[in-house]
């Protein structure tokens, strides 16, 4: 799969290729509101293949699963993991069985992530003529704290796909470290609106002395685990563990602007 051909632009740091699967999309005569949008979230997500050791690498014909779990971005094991707002006039669903309408306000976060797979992906920017990759699709989910008529927590789960880096000044030469998403929300809050947004995308790797919240506690980025999908040398490229969300609106590597989740409807 096409994670875009091409490179963050960090010298080292190479760009994931992604092709897109469409979704629907309101017509251009219909007016598109906004039902929620979730912020400051951050997560720690790993990569990996059925090729022991490799995780998002520039080698061909190699599946990848990636997974990343939601942390509190100021403070290490804490619970606060950001928040999404719901706007009021609207009759979105909530995540009872059945539904009820009108679910607004802000909601705290209390566990989010996201599980996506690829039968075929790498990051070679190089390789312009592969057709047989397939995009990294999967789930993003989250759980918010408040409690529905049946007593169980609210949340949403949303089916999407990566689209791509993004590329705020319009200029494909320049370095990007946030990837831009899309898809539909499938279950609990909102289900049935369309769903996208961003989120930035920066390898990390371990390191205990590391105490503080930048880039996060226990990790440093990692620059040089994607040198392999920018450089000419084949299959040195390995992409194991990074960070994901939408702090502050900005990436913390690039300082770009992150959306974050935005659901919207056509009516």
């Given at each position: 799969m096409k994670i875009v051909k091409k490179a963050l632009g960090l010298t080292a740091v190479g760009g994931l290729i992604v092709a897109g699967i469409g979704?629907?999309?309101?017509?251009?005569?219909?007016?598109?509101?906004?039902a929620g949008q979730c912020s400051?979230?951050?997560a720690i997500g790993s990569a990996k293949s059925t090729t022991v050791g490799?995780?998002?690498t520039d080698k061909d014909n190699q599946d990848v699963s990636i997974g990343s779990k939601g942390v509190d971005p100021n403070t290490n094991k804490g619970t606060t993991l950001g928040n999404c707002t719901?706007?009021?006039g609207l009759s979105t669903p909530d995540g009872a069985k059945p539904p009820v309408k009108g679910y607004n306000g802000t909601k705290a976060v209390i566990k989010w992530g996201t599980k996506l797979f690829s039968p075929e992906a790498d990051c070679n920017t190089a390789d312009t003529t592969d057709n047989?990759?397939?995009?990294?699709?999967?789930?993003?989910?989250?759980?918010f704290a408040?409690?529905?008529g049946g007593g169980k927590n609210n949340g949403f789960t949303a089916a999407i796909t990566i689209t791509g880096f993004s590329d705020?000044?319009?200029n494909p030469a320049t370095p990007s470290d946030v990837v831009d998403f899309r898809g539909l929300v499938i279950k609990g809050v909102a289900a049935g609106a369309d769903v996208g947004g961003q989120s930035e995308f920066d390898p990390i790797v371990k390191d205990k002395t590391q105490t503080g919240a930048t880039p996060y506690f226990g990790y440093q980025f990692n620059v040089g685990a994607a040198v392999g999908c920018a450089d000419a040398t084949p299959a040195n490229a390995n992409i194991l563990s990074f960070m994901n969300g939408s702090v502050g609106g900005v990436s913390q590597l690039l300082g770009l602007p992150v959306s974050g989740v935005t659901m919207t409807i056509g009516t």
């Open positions: 979704f629907s999309a309101p017509s251009s005569h219909a007016t598109v509101l906004t400051n979230l951050l490799d995780g998002v719901f706007n009021s047989t990759e397939w995009p990294i699709n999967g789930t993003l989910s989250a759980t408040d409690l529905n705020p000044d319009n």
